[in-house]
């Protein structure tokens, strides 16, 4: 009995330590700490009389709902018929993308037309939904084409142009932020999927001008971003005031922060304090400590995602984990970089922590994916078109 009682806790303990049951903890930490700092960062609102309902609050816990049932949803279906559906999910972001900027759809805010209202309090970004739809596209072309993914046309050629197509809507918005990182995962798959690099090398190369040209013609707020982020102090009232303020509130945390709820900062002093630069207010009310924890979860996550990658069954599984993981942990590198001064303002939220319905969902739903290759690992055993089949995935 002793023999056997030993046995169960020693299990119990190994199942607790695999991928998938380490990615639900990581990621259940990080939207219970979101929830609770996007409450004290929207509270000096409600208690100012300008939200008395505290509305970003309550939407930020409808959202979540909304993300778990994503996450256990995906987590549930079989990822081979994601891929079934690839190219149509690609055809429904194309379509959402262009939507968008269609004058009375597309909600135009600073400028920018990047979201599609529904009704008074909700809305959605299709940038982040075409994110996840490149992922389960390129990941979809890779795992189908990985014979050819040498040759030039099929294997750099049409990915390339459908990246092209992508990235230049998203820029019509304008965001050049998510273009970029959209380009960038992108890349990266078909590079590791089997693009010869010398076709990549070249195509930069030729379209260097073109890229000079795109930033030379940026509009007036990203020239704004990038003066800010080259010196803020030039103009501390202007353009500089946003990145200054985070400063003073990663400054102001100390060691151990001033503590929760205590925030300065997020009182009307710096913007965007529920959303992009939330990580300023965490430095704020729970210091280096606070910001430093916040940092290893991700690495964590990170560190989980690529065990998932390398256990993967196929080049399905592989490319879909390598792509969702590099997503989830690079923008949240991206938007601590922000708040700490380190890149220009991209717009980029913090996954799972910042207030933002479209990222939240689409983020959740790419770790259910994550969370089902996972299951896959374990058993070696997928299903395609409903029948169990054996598969090795040899790199």
């Known amino acids: 009995m002793n023999i056997l009682g030993n046995r169960f806790i020693a299990n119990t303990k190994i199942r607790s330590l695999e991928p998938a049951n380490i990615i639900i903890y990581l990621v259940t930490t990080l939207l219970v700490i979101g929830t609770i700092m996007i409450y004290s960062a929207t509270s000096a609102r409600a208690a100012g009389g300008l939200n008395p309902i505290n509305l970003t609050f309550l939407k930020h816990i409808l959202w979540v709902v909304f993300a778990i049932i994503g996450m256990l949803t995906m987590m549930r279906l079989d990822y081979y018929y994601i891929q079934k559906y690839s190219k149509l999910i690609l055809v429904i972001a194309l379509a959402l993308l ?54 030039f046309t099929k294997g750099f050629l049409i990915p390339v142009i459908l990246i092209g197509l992508v990235s230049l809507l998203i820029l019509k918005e304008p965001d050049l932020g998510t273009a970029i990182f959209v380009s960038l995962i992108s890349f990266i798959l078909i590079i590791v999927g089997g693009t010869r690099i010398v076709y990549v090398i070249f195509t930069l190369m030729a379209a260097a001008p073109h890229i000079y040209s795109i930033i030379y013609k940026i509009h007036a707020y990203q ?82 995602g690529m065990r998932v990658c390398k256990s993967a069954p196929d080049m399905l599984g592989f490319s879909l984990a390598l792509g969702i993981t590099l997503s989830i942990t690079l923008q949240s ?14 717009g980029l939220p913090l996954p799972f922590i910042s207030a933002g319905g479209s990222s939240l969902l689409l983020s959740s739903i790419g770790i259910g994916i994550l969370l089902n290759i996972a299951k896959k690992s374990k058993t070696g055993v997928i299903s395609v078109n409903g029948t169990e089949n054996n598969r090795s995935f040899v790199t």
Do not use: C
Request: net charge neutral; hydrophobic share 45%; charged share 15%.
């Open 333 to 346: 590198a991206i938007n601590i970089a922000v708040a700490t001064g380190a890149m220009p303002t991209t």
């Open 98 to 151: 262009i939507i968008v900027l269609i004058p009375g759809i597309g909600t135009t805010t600073n400028g920018a037309s990047r979201w599609i209202r529904i009704g008074s309090y909700f809305g959605f970004q299709p940038s982040e939904f075409a994110k996840l739809a490149m992922i389960i596209f390129m990941s979809s072309y890779i795992a189908t084409k990985q014979e050819k993914m040498a040759n």
């Open 223 to 304: 020239k704004s971003r990038l003066l800010a982020f080259l010196d803020p102090w030039k103009d501390p009232e202007g353009i500089g005031y946003q990145i200054i303020q985070s400063w003073i509130a990663l400054g102001s945390g100390g060691l151990t922060g001033l503590g929760l709820g205590e925030s300065r900062q997020k009182l009307f002093f710096l913007p965007e304090s529920s959303s992009d630069f939330i990580f300023s207010i965490i430095g704020e009310e729970l210091g280096f400590i606070g910001t430093t924890g916040i940092i290893i979860i991700f690495a964590l996550l990170a560190w989980q």
